[in-house]
Each structure stands twice: as structure tokens, then as C-alpha cells.
């Protein structure tokens, strides 16, 4: 019971500054940091194995990278505007409404998308084997590659030269999503880690991640705010959605 009360004290407890700050988009920053959250609990209560401790400290480093990285990015810059047209649809209401359709709802997914990970918090400790190996090579591959995305755009974003061009440069050369590509491959890798704890359902966690970096709060909404830039239809054409593939030739 620790680890869902940790989950809802953090939890309640941003709503509250968001209501202080007139600012519901502090709950994208706490997305990485609340797997950690959820997650330490269920390891140190089960006996902290060699196994979850991996698994753990695999899961803050990712999770505490993006939450970093996220607050750089955005504190200091207002609400973002998604969280501002729902604070206008629902006017008033929006104080107490926010506390479930965004604070809860982010809990409920955390908690469903943690599956993988606390699975191995609750297993027995067997020997090292090739799974791990897999497991942490596809996780530290996704940090690596989410990462070197974000440098490579903060980078280009701040040479004011590139005011008003499209990133097309680097990993962004590839893939249109390198961050969102990043943060597939880790958790496909904590999926690897709980299939095999034998919990093959545990695998609803990454396919639901999944869903949300392609269709849901990801890709696909990103790309309907960048529709219509100059040089963006272009760069649609020519760039692969998500999986990393050589560059089109231009015709």
C-alpha cells in the first residue's frame, strides 16, 4: 500500500502548487520522476533484490533525466497551452476537475504503465541471464537516444539563426520524433524485464506507453500544432514518423 499512497500524496500535493500557480502543466514534469515514486517503495519493501535495485535505479535515471530536462524546457514559460484551452472549457469548475482529469488520470497511468517494473520489484531474485542483459541494453539505448534528441534540438533552438526553421538535423534527421522514439525503446526494454518475471501481462505497461508517445499525448498531437510551418510539410514527407530510417530523397 506504500507505493500508491506515495503515488497520491506526490500527486495531491502538485495539484495544490498548480492551484497556487495557476498552472496545470506542473504535472508534465513530474511524469518521469512518479515512476521512481511507485517504484522504490515495492523494491526497499520486498528486500531491495539485485535485480529491482537494477531495475529501479534504471527507472529514476530515465525518469529523472526527462523530469530535468523538462523543467529546463518549460518552468518559467507559463502554462502550456494545451492545459490552458482545458482550463477555459471548463471555466470555473476547472479547479476541482483538474485534480482528476489530469492529476488522476496521470496516476492511473503511471500505475498502469509501471506494470513491467514493479513485477520485478515483487519477484523472487533468480540467476543473472540473457534477459537482463537485453533489458538493460534496450533501456540505457532508449536514454541515450531520447537524450542526444533533446541536446540536438535545445542546441538548434538556441542559435537564433534557426528562428523559424524546422530540426532536421542530427537524429531529427531520421526520425521527426527522436525523444518519443527514446522513450519506446526503454520501456520495451523494462517490458523485457518483466516478461521475465513470467508476468506476461506486465507487457500492457509498454504497449500502453506506446500508445500514448504514437496516437495520445505524443506524436500525433505534436505534429497537428506544427502542421502548416514553413518547410513542415516537407520535412514530413521526406522524414520517417518514428522508427529511425534513412532520409527520403528529395524529387
Given at each position: 500500500m506504500?507505493?500508491?499512497?506515495?503515488?497520491?500524496?506526490?500527486?495531491?500535493?502538485?495539484?495544490?502548487?498548480?492551484?497556487?500557480l495557476h498552472d496545470s502543466s506542473l504535472i508534465d514534469l513530474f511524469w518521469g520522476p512518479a515512476f521512481a515514486v511507485v517504484l522504490w517503495p515495492e523494491v526497499l519493501q520486498h528486500g531491495a533484490p539485485p535485480r529491482a535495485l537494477l531495475v529501479a535505479g534504471l527507472v529514476t535515471l530515465w525518469g529523472v533525466r526527462l523530469g530535468a530536462y523538462l523543467a529546463w524546457r518549460n518552468l518559467g514559460h507559463g502554462e502550456d497551452k494545451r492545459y490552458t484551452a482545458m482550463r477555459a472549457k471548463h471555466g470555473a469548475a476547472w479547479w476541482w476537475r483538474s485534480l482528476f482529469i489530469v492529476f488522476?488520470?496521470?496516476?492511473?497511468?503511471?500505475?498502469?504503465?509501471?506494470?513491467?517494473?514493479?513485477?520485478?520489484?515483487?519477484?523472487?531474485?533468480?540467476?543473472?541471464?540473457?534477459?537482463?542483459?537485453?533489458?538493460?541494453?534496450?533501456?540505457?539505448?532508449?536514454?541515450?537516444?531520447?537524450?542526444?534528441?533533446?541536446?540536438?534540438?535545445?542546441?538548434?533552438?538556441?542559435?537564433?539563426?534557426?528562428?523559424?526553421?524546422?530540426?532536421?538535423?542530427?537524429?531529427?534527421?531520421?526520425?521527426?520524433?527522436?525523444?518519443?522514439?527514446?522513450?519506446?525503446?526503454?520501456?520495451?526494454?523494462?517490458?523485457?524485464?518483466?516478461?521475465?518475471?513470467?508476468a506476461w501481462w506486465t507487457l500492457l505497461g509498454p504497449v500502453v506507453m506506446s500508445v500514448l508517445l504514437t496516437k495520445v499525448?505524443?506524436?500525433?498531437?505534436?505534429?497537428?500544432?506544427?502542421?502548416?510551418?514553413?518547410?513542415?510539410?516537407?520535412?514530413?514527407?521526406?522524414?520517417?514518423?518514428?522508427?529511425?530510417?534513412p532520409p527520403k530523397a528529395a524529387t
Open positions: 506504500i507505493a500508491p499512497l506515495a503515488l497520491a500524496g506526490c500527486l495531491v500535493a502538485l495539484w495544490l502548487l498548480s492551484l497556487k488522476g488520470l496521470q496516476g492511473v497511468l503511471v500505475w498502469v504503465v509501471s506494470l513491467p517494473v514493479r513485477a520485478v520489484a515483487t519477484a523472487p531474485m533468480s540467476d543473472w541471464g540473457l534477459s537482463d542483459v537485453l533489458g538493460t541494453t534496450l533501456v540505457l539505448t532508449g536514454v541515450l537516444f531520447e537524450s542526444l534528441g533533446d541536446l540536438q534540438l535545445a542546441r538548434f533552438k538556441a542559435d537564433p539563426a534557426n528562428k523559424g526553421k524546422i530540426m532536421d538535423r542530427g537524429l531529427w534527421r531520421y526520425t521527426r520524433h527522436p525523444n518519443y522514439f527514446g522513450d519506446f525503446v526503454t520501456w520495451w526494454g523494462f517490458g523485457v524485464f518483466g516478461l521475465a518475471t513470467g499525448s505524443g506524436k500525433d498531437l505534436l505534429e497537428q500544432g506544427m502542421r502548416g510551418r514553413p518547410g513542415y510539410d516537407d520535412y514530413l514527407r521526406r522524414t520517417s514518423g518514428f522508427i529511425p530510417l
